[in-house]
């Protein structure tokens, strides 16, 4: 399975933070906010990401996250010249999806949990149909809502409905079946002019293959598009890393789990970051082995 970012659009509700640099460059508590993304990634196992941004921001995570040579992983970079929907990118990803399965994640999302990492490896899986989740929410007017029948299949998707039919909102993470990449290429712009994943679900749900992953208690998402979502996730992340001295979206320690690089490749990584407390946590993954 392939895995996508896209990490594009103007941020706008982030103003002026975001007149000069991609919101997705920006510190959740003490990581990038890209780094939340591609950790959930690389929980489900993938190890080939394509990053999708616009013409300015695309050189910076190239930057940043460079070939992912060092991760044991493979990046590569498209430009998204106009923010036209999250379907398009799937229209910017024919060449990297080939002919293999697709995971999209929004790259201001962010989703946590003790659990994750098998729920994600199991959606991986994916051979045919689509995979989304299922997040309660107090107020499901304010995001897409999926109705689900008692063996987890979506019956019904709605944009911010005045009168839900559920309260599980949908989050920013999409597991599909190759067939995606025809499909978006059929639908039709809305009436806001973009190409919608709304729509991408529908047909999927009308050809029974759409099914829901409820999140249960337990897990925290954050779509980190305005500050206060974004303080949010700083605290959260903040709490739980001092409290319990773990990282979160530590790329080296799921790339050494997943036995993509070696335990010299992290120490080398550690002794980059060595003045941080990223640093010497990546030196405890190989030193007394802080994960399971």
Known sequence: MKGIILAGGSATRLYPVTLSVSKQMLPIYDKPMIYYPLSTLMMAGIRDVLVISTPIHLPAFERLLGTGEDLGMHFEYKVQEKPVGLADAFKLGEDFIGNDSVALILGDNMIYGSNLEK??????????????????????????????DKKGNAISIEEKPKKPKSNLAVPGIYFYDNDVVSIAKKIEPSERGELEITDINKEYMKQGKLRVIPLGNGYAWFDTGSPERLLDASDFVKAIEVRQGIQIACL?????????????????????????????YLKSVIEEKTWN
């Open 119 to 148: 729920v994600l490896k199991e959606a991986s899986k994916l051979k045919k149909g689509g995979i989304i989740f299922g997040y309660k929410v107090a107020d499901p007017t304010s995001y897409g809502v999926v109705e689900i």
């Open 252 to 280: 080296e320690e799921y790339a050494y789990k997943n036995k993509w690089i070696s335990k010299e490749k992290v120490l080398l990584h550690a002794k980059k970051y060595n003045k941080t407390e990223y640093g010497k």
